[in-house]
């Protein structure tokens, strides 16, 4: 892990199953530990300079996962944004503590709420730092696509770059299984709350164990994780983003 995992079952068992943790619903400028204002259009230009977009569809989303990788003294301004012709869905790994972390899914006609973080290159060093160790995901450009943005130095963006999982995504039926705390409009398919697609898991690769029970042995014993990734891996539904250039792998 590259940020400290709470020492008690309890608080472990919550930071799981709240994952991908909350957003403020709008842009915000992560400063001192905390989210705060971020004024719309290019009202605070000087904030972006020298500075990446890089989409943040699950975790990186939320002021408080920043909090955990970056902590208080990061400034990132984080812009709200619309990415048409994807959706937000589970990729098929665990997480170190024990959430089903995201990807984006190409998915013409939707179009689903992420989160920009404008990052300086130090700030991407770190980032690579807490993405790329656990070999469960790319680093890329997504390029010729549609970005629209709250607040920032432009309304739309036709590139960003972002992590994308390389493990393919969680079925849920026919397809892929959405994050049902992202918001989307147009998804094709089904979308479950946290706590419910780890339930899903569990009752598919490890159905003779509780549901608090599975979620602490992923995070104690990773071994019993990558185990259990490389058995949602054989049965994922494929990954596609076709506009994704792959920059760094795991």
């Known amino acids: 892990m590259s940020w400290p995992l709470p020492e008690r079952d309890q608080e472990r068992l919550a930071l799981a199953k709240s994952y991908p943790f909350p957003t403020p619903g709008g842009s915000y400028l992560f400063r001192a530990g905390a989210a705060g204002p971020l004024a719309p259009g290019s009202a605070q230009a000087a904030l972006f300079a020298d500075r990446l977009p890089v989409i943040g569809h699950g975790s990186n989303r939320s002021p408080e996962q920043l909090r955990r990788k970056f902590g208080a003294r990061a400034e990132i301004p984080v812009s709200r944004a619309w990415l048409s012709d994807y959706d937000v869905v589970y990729s098929a790994h665990v997480t ?7 990807n984006l899914q190409h998915t013409p006609g939707a179009r689903a709420e992420v989160y920009v973080n404008w990052l300086t290159a130090g700030q991407l060093r770190r980032m ?9 995901y790319y680093y890329g450009r997504l390029g010729g696509v549609s970005l629209a943005l709250e607040a920032g130095p432009v ?4 590139e960003a770059h972002v992590y994308l999982s390389t493990r393919g995504c969680l079925p849920g039926g026919a397809g892929p299984l959405g994050l ?4 989307s409009e147009g998804r094709p398919h089904g979308a479950l709350r946290q706590e419910q697609a780890i339930a899903l898991v569990r009752d598919r690769h490890r159905p003779a164990r509780g ?3 599975h979620i602490l042995a992923t995070i104690r014993d990773p071994k ?24 760094k792998r795991p």
Do not use: C, W
């Open 128 to 136: 690579h730092e807490t993405e790329l160790g656990g070999e469960n």
């Open 224 to 247: 019993d994780r990558k185990s259990l990734i490389a058995e949602m891996e054989s049965d994922a539904v494929p990954a596609q983003a076709p506009h994704f250039e792959i920059l």
């Open 211 to 213: 549901l608090d029970e």
């Open 155 to 158: 309304a739309e963006l036709s």
């Open 180 to 183: 049902a705390a992202v918001a």
């Open 96 to 102: 170190q503590y024990g959430s089903i972390a995201a």
